[in-house]
């Protein structure tokens, strides 16, 4: 392929942009009228150029959200703020629209993919309303345009919130204990004395919360944590009503059926009853680890173990039993050579190579690589990994090119960013990573491959798009799963200053800490969850939401949350996010990524296995349902069992 078919990025024209976006929605517009006129409609002079028009939508419009999450500011904020509604009511008016949808639905053709295209188009008018008279259409693009808003603001909120608040300690007995890496970020002066400066960002927050030897200052900076942006409580309130609202247009009983009906998930009873079951797998090994930390508190005088602490204690728990703490892993972990050990494992693994280029980036931390088979690039990817405070918190891929081929069969490169919030390197100090942190890199990157090694040629089931999305995370979750394995980890895995590969009694610990308080760690996952569906399952507003909430934690959370945890203010994955109803997502796809690892890994990789989960999973996208996809790999479907084989669960 062709590398100059990569688009180059740059900085938008912040105050033209609304601008320019109408000039090329209006353009987009006028295109669709023309194919609509055509007499005789095939999928190639039809269904091709119609899916390119969001092609070059995209490659307009994401570098302006991309940068409204890492580089944001009043610029990004305002031109991505008038863009919405001009989004919101160019998608409404599509995907409303009743000849596009009797267009597609007399299209037909014997490609699989195209057919996928095609049923899942005529699924999506049908979940937009198509079928509906014309004042229930508008109220719609009303809701959608105002949920849009709804997420910026909540989001926007968040990041205000998390911006505003610091915690100032004067006292150095405050901080013994913490790792020298974290004070040398804190360190700061004030009043011509040194002090130590903590945020809410997640890199400064954890330091504090997993080492801070103060308690109170350990709650006070929890407390901060868990108010944050109390504003949103009533955009959540907003958010719940019109998403009823909306389901019930449609012809559902609820927003959590809408959700399912492009999802794996079959009902909703299928997913309370999947995520109850996990839930009961796990409470009888959550409570002997409660145990364990309670026991750890008391010989601190702790009369009770309360939420700000379980850092705190899992951490001296960890160091007790494992004789590891994931401190000790950060000398080892350097972010340039874990990112190069990541590159050389994923090329070693399905057969490319990865060259870095020189081209336009948004920040100087940003590096960027081709991904090249036979020589030839046929995908592109940035990462830009540090922490900053114009950088929205988490970490996540976003798409911005995507493999496809026009109407005239050129065929197009894809690419994405990887963007993570690990701690940032100074003239003095590199940025070192904890294990979770490699973790997390290697997360991201799988999906990142999942939509860069697409082979498929329709963009709208190439690479990410069209994926359901209780399916998402598979692939991201099968790679992350490779990073506690020692074989992996020797390929980067060497000592900052002597260079000296990390030992292998370390390597050890790191997968023993896998499993390490993992039931909490599930009952967590489940509580938020059930939480997020349940919330869908009828409509919940002020007070409602709280006390659901709290019923989960009365039989889920062992640790009672403070009655002052607000946790849904922050709980952007569902109300700035894509999850609305689909947290669940996280351990659905997670039964498939932990089956699909044991069949690709025991002592060492298995390459046919490998090569066989390129070709059939990453290589297709969403050409076809993934549960066909996996069964076409593995001849069967994925084993619930391997959920609870992968996390040590399988008997008491």
């Given amino acids: 392929m062709d590398g100059k078919m990569f688009v180059p990025f740059k900085t938008p024209d912040f105050e033209n942009f609304s601008k320019e976006l109408n000039t090329i929605l209006e353009k987009n517009e006028k295109l669709i009228e023309e194919l609509l006129s055509k007499e005789d409609k095939t999928y190639n002079n039809f269904v091709r150029p119609y899916m390119e028009s969001f092609e070059k939508l995209d490659l307009f419009f994401t570098p302006l959200s991309h940068l409204n999450s890492v580089e944001n500011s009043k610029d990004t904020q305002t031109a991505y703020e008038n863009s919405l509604p001009l989004l919101s009511r160019y998608h409404t ?165 809408l959700s399912l009906a492009s999802k794996m998930a079959p009902n909703d009873d299928a997913v309370v009853g999947f995520l109850n079951e996990l839930a009961d797998a796990s409470l009888p090994f959550a409570k002997k680890e409660v145990e364990k930390l309670e026991a750890l508190a008391k010989e601190d005088g702790c009369e009770s173990l309360e939420s700000y602490d379980v850092a705190y204690y899992s951490e001296k728990l960890k160091k007790l039993e494992l004789d590891f703490d994931d401190e000790i892993t950060r ?100 940025s070192l990573l904890r294990h979770d942190d490699v973790v997390t890199l290697f997360h991201e990157m799988g999906h990142a491959i999942h939509h860069l090694f697409s082979q498929v040629k329709e963009r709208f089931v190439s690479g990410i798009h069209g994926v359901e999305w209780d399916a998402v995370e598979f692939p991201s979750q099968f790679l992350e799963n490779f990073a506690y394995e020692s074989e992996v980890l020797k390929r980067f895995a060497r000592h900052i200053e002597t260079g000296e590969l990390m030992p292998d009694d370390l390597m050890t610990k790191i997968k023993k800490s896998k499993n390490f308080l993992a039931a909490m760690g599930m009952l967590r996952q489940l509580e938020f969850a059930l939480f997020d569906f349940m919330l869908h399952q009828k409509l919940y507003q ?6 659901l909430l709290d019923s989960l934690r009365d039989r889920l959370s062992l640790i009672k949350p403070p009655s002052y945890n607000r946790f849904q203010w922050g709980f952007a994955h569902i109300f700035a996010g894509g999850y609305a109803a689909g947290y669940y997502s996280y351990k659905w796809a997670e039964v498939l990524s932990a089956d699909a690892f044991f069949a690709c890994f025991e002592s060492k990789i298995k390459k046919d296995m490998t090569d066989g989960y390129k070709h059939h999973i990453l290589q297709k996208g969403a050409s076809r349902p993934m549960s066909e996809l996996y069964r076409e790999w593995l001849g069967r479907d994925p084993d619930p069992k391997a959920l609870i084989k992968l996390y040590g669960l399988e008997n008491e």
């Fill in 93 to 257: 008016k599509l995907s409303q629209n009743r000849e596009l949808y009797e267009a597609f639905s007399k299209i037909d053709s014997n490609d699989l993919a195209q057919k996928e295209v095609i049923r899942q188009e005529i699924r999506d008018f049908k979940l937009s309303g198509v079928d509906l008279p014309e004042n229930e259409k508008k109220r719609l693009e009303e809701i959608n345009l105002r949920l849009s808003e709804l997420n910026n603001r909540f989001s926007q909120n968040l990041l205000d919130a998390t911006n505003a608040y610091e915690l100032i300690i004067e006292d150095p007995k405050d901080v013994e204990g913490l790792p020298e890496s974290d004070l040398e970020l804190a360190k700061t002066e004030k009043d011509g004395k040194t002090v130590w400066r903590f945020t809410l960002q997640i890199p400064s927050y954890m330091a504090y919360m997993t080492y801070g030897p103060n308690r109170k200052l350990r709650e006070e900076l929890y407390k901060a944590y868990v108010t944050r942006a109390p504003e949103n409580q009533e955009v959540i309130d907003e958010i719940l009503r019109l998403r009823d609202e909306k389901a019930k247009l449609l012809g559902f009983d609820h927003f959590s059926e």
């Fill in 331 to 430: 000398p080892y972990f350097e972010q340039g050579r874990v990112l190069q050990g990541l590159l050389d494992f994923v090329s070693e693994l399905f057969s490319i190579t990865f060259e870095q280029v020189d081209v336009p980036v948004w920040n100087e931390k940003v590096k960027v690589y081709d991904l090249k088979e036979a020589g030839s690039a046929f995908a592109r990817i940035y990462f830009d990994l540090d922490a900053r405070e114009s950088k929205r918190g988490g970490a996540w891929m976003n798409d911005w090119q995507t493999h496809h081929e026009d109407a005239d069969g050129k065929e197009y490169p894809a690419s994405a960013f990887v963007v993570c919030n690990f701690p940032p390197s100074t003239k003095d100090t590199p």
């Fill in 542 to 547: 002020g007070d409602e939401v709280q006390k």
